[in-house]
């Protein structure tokens, strides 16, 4: 079965450093996400992406935060200074359409100190 | 009122048991609904859609009430491998996002 893919598994990180996550989605998916998930605590929406463009963003995504597509199979989520309470387990996740259940990839740890 | 809300639990269970958890949503315009599980520090993976007539998958039944803006997961013949957090999910109004649940933990023991 196809899946998301995303690397690093743990990335650890100094504060005001910029870190990429990296996200392999579904290849016939057409929608891409990026969620974030504090220890403990419930996933929260960062941002959608469709058609080479963010399509929703929470108030979380502030300027820190940027998205790319840069080729046909990647999708990237840049944290460009971050921020000690940055550290959390970011899911990348994607979908075919509007209505359809989101598939997970494994998530990257960040932990910044 | 919160977008999804769900009760935290945990519900401690013994196997064999059946359980129920609900979950509520504030925007009555929310058209599409799904169960996911998370076990710790996992990614959360789709349990089952939920549609308007219920819908059953094996030991799992999904309902959804419009009118009072709820949905509702039975877990019948609990088995212990059945502990996780399970997440209610919701597609809000015209938005494409889900929005999650705080999720309940299920444990299930022998």
């Known amino acids: 079965e196809p899946e998301v893919t995303q690397t690093p598994s743990h990335q650890v990180t100094q504060m005001g450093q910029e870190v990429i996550l990296r996200c392999v989605p579904i290849?016939?998916?057409?929608?891409f996400y990026w969620y974030r998930q504090i220890l403990g605590q419930k996933v929260e929406f960062l941002v959608s992406f469709y058609n080479n463009e963010i399509s929703e963003k929470s108030e979380i995504f502030d300027d820190q935060f940027s998205v790319e597509r840069p080729d046909g199979s990647n999708f990237t989520l840049k944290i460009r200074s971050t921020k000690l309470e940055d550290s959390a387990m970011y899911f990348c996740?994607?979908?075919?359409?509007?209505?359809?259940?989101?598939?997970f990839g494994n998530g990257t740890r960040l932990t910044v100190t | 009122r919160k977008e999804v809300e769900q009760d935290p639990g945990p519900f401690n269970v013994p196997e064999g048991a059946t359980v129920a958890f609900n979950c509520t949503y504030s925007?009555?315009?929310?058209?599409?609904f799904f169960w996911y599980r998370q076990d710790c520090r996992k990614e959360p993976k789709l349990l089952m859609s939920?549609?308007?007539s219920g819908n059953e998958d094996g030991r799992f039944t999904a309902q959804l009430n419009r009118a009072s803006q709820y949905i509702s997961l039975l877990i019948r013949d609990s088995k212990l491998s059945d502990s996780a957090t399970y997440l209610c999910v919701v597609i809000p109004g015209t938005a494409s996002k889900l929005t999650f649940g705080t999720g309940t933990r299920l444990q299930v023991t022998l």
């Open positions: 996740a994607s979908k075919t359409q509007g209505d359809s259940p989101l598939h």
């Open positions: 290849s016939n998916h057409l929608y």
């Open positions: 925007n009555s315009a929310s058209q599409s």
């Open positions: 939920v549609y308007s």
